[in-house]
Each structure stands twice: as structure tokens, then as C-alpha cells.
């Protein structure tokens, strides 16, 4: 199975800052990534699919890109509202699909 | 409104059944893949299982084949999981995820349930 990891696990930014993570899989997924915010206690909420493609309703100051192996999100401007933990997700040859470890973001 | 209610969670003893459903209002629900993803206390976000718009195609993580069943009815609009020989390391919170339509993401979530596995 394809494994992937995140990274840094953690962050602490000011409002204002752009934010940065990165998600790398275990073997080429094309642009097979989507990326999920989960703020605590609260079901988690697609922001991009297919790697760079904002889903509707998502503000403009998420965005994502990457292929292969290699992928970032990023925040342009980090807003007190975007206090979550932040998931990426492969779906190349699923199911299974899997998961990265999350990062969490702090303000 | 678009949503997905879960429920059905409790406490249940190791080796206990417990069987999770998800209510689809709003949607078309027959025509949306669906999926049930857990997370268990403190820790991050586990696939368990996929189901086809059908129902004739279903997958599981491995963590949980042979122990979990996932089914739907489209004419109720509900999706099941049922789960048998649970472990304490099921203890999680359960969601239902609805796929999004043309791309592998899953758009829409249920609230979650929280399932409990110890004696």
C-alpha cells in the first residue's frame, strides 16, 4: 500500500503568515491528492482535490500543488478561523486511500 | 440541505457487535460512492471501507476485513456498517463520507458517532 507522510506534524504562525506543508507519498500518485481541514471536535472538510483544484465555497487563500511524489498546500494568509489540523489524502489504485498523519496548526 | 447523520455508536464490550448507519438527506443518494472513515482519541484519520453507487462493489481497509460489513439501501437512502468481534483498538469516532461525483475526494461528511470498546 501507498504510505504517506506530512510534514512538519506541528506549526505555530501569526495571523497574517503563509503556512506551508507538504505531503509526500511512498510512490508516484500523479495528482491523485486531495487535502482536508478538521477543526477540533468537528467532522473534517474537503479544501482540494486533485491536487490543485479548490473545492467550491473554499477561500482563495488555500491552495495546492504537487505531482508524483511531492505535494504542498498552502495558506497565502493564515486567518485565526484556520486554526485545524490539516490531512492529505491519496486515492491513486484505491481503495485503500490513505491518509497522511495531519499537521497541526496553531496561531 | 445536504447531510449525513450518523448513528448507532455506543459502549460495546470486546468481542461485542454494534451496527453504525448513515442517513443521506438532500442528494441523489443512489448515484454517490460512499465510504466510512474512523479516528480514534488523539490519533489521526483511518479508511475503512468504500461501497459503489450500486452496492456491488465494496472494499475494506485491512484492518477491519472480515470483522466489518458495509451495505446500502438505496430506496432508504441509508448506508450501514456492521461490526463484529470489535477490539478496543475500534474505539474511534465514525464517520460516513460521500464521494464527490467525478473525483476520488470526499465532499460531504456525517457529523460522526462514537464507538466505545471496552469491558
Known amino acids: 500500500d501507498i504510505q504517506m507522510t506530512q510534514s512538519p506534524s506541528s506549526l505555530s504562525a501569526s495571523v497574517g503568515d503563509r503556512v506551508t506543508i507538504t505531503c509526500q507519498a511512498s510512490q508516484d500518485i500523479s495528482n491523485y491528492l486531495n487535502w482536508y481541514q478538521q477543526k477540533s471536535g468537528k467532522a473534517p472538510k474537503l479544501l482540494i482535490y486533485?491536487?490543485?483544484n479548490l473545492e467550491t465555497g473554499v477561500p482563495s487563500r488555500f491552495s495546492g500543488s504537487g505531482s508524483g511524489t511531492d505535494f504542498t498546500f498552502t495558506i497565502s494568509s493564515l486567518q485565526p478561523e484556520d486554526i485545524a489540523t490539516y490531512y492529505c489524502q491519496q486515492y491513486d489504485n484505491h481503495p485503500p486511500f490513505t491518509f497522511g498523519p495531519g499537521t497541526k496548526v496553531d496561531v | 440541505e445536504v447531510q449525513l447523520v450518523e448513528s448507532g455508536g455506543g459502549l460495546v464490550q470486546p468481542g461485542g457487535s454494534l451496527r453504525l448507519s448513515c442517513a443521506a438527506s438532500g442528494f441523489t443518494f443512489s448515484s454517490y460512492e460512499m465510504n466510512w472513515v474512523r479516528q480514534a482519541p488523539g490519533k489521526g484519520l483511518e479508511w475503512l471501507s468504500y461501497i459503489s453507487s450500486s452496492g456491488s462493489s465494496i472494499y475494506y481497509a485491512d484492518s477491519v476485513k472480515g470483522r466489518f460489513t458495509t451495505s446500502r439501501d438505496n430506496a432508504r437512502n441509508s448506508l450501514d456498517l456492521r461490526m463484529n468481534s470489535l477490539r478496543a483498538e475500534d474505539t474511534a469516532v465514525y464517520y460516513c463520507?460521500?464521494?464527490?461525483?467525478?473525483?476520488?475526494?470526499?465532499?460531504?461528511w456525517g457529523q460522526g458517532t462514537m464507538v466505545t470498546v471496552s469491558s
Open positions: 486533485d491536487a490543485s
Open positions: 463520507a460521500r464521494e464527490k461525483r467525478a473525483a476520488d475526494a470526499f465532499d460531504i
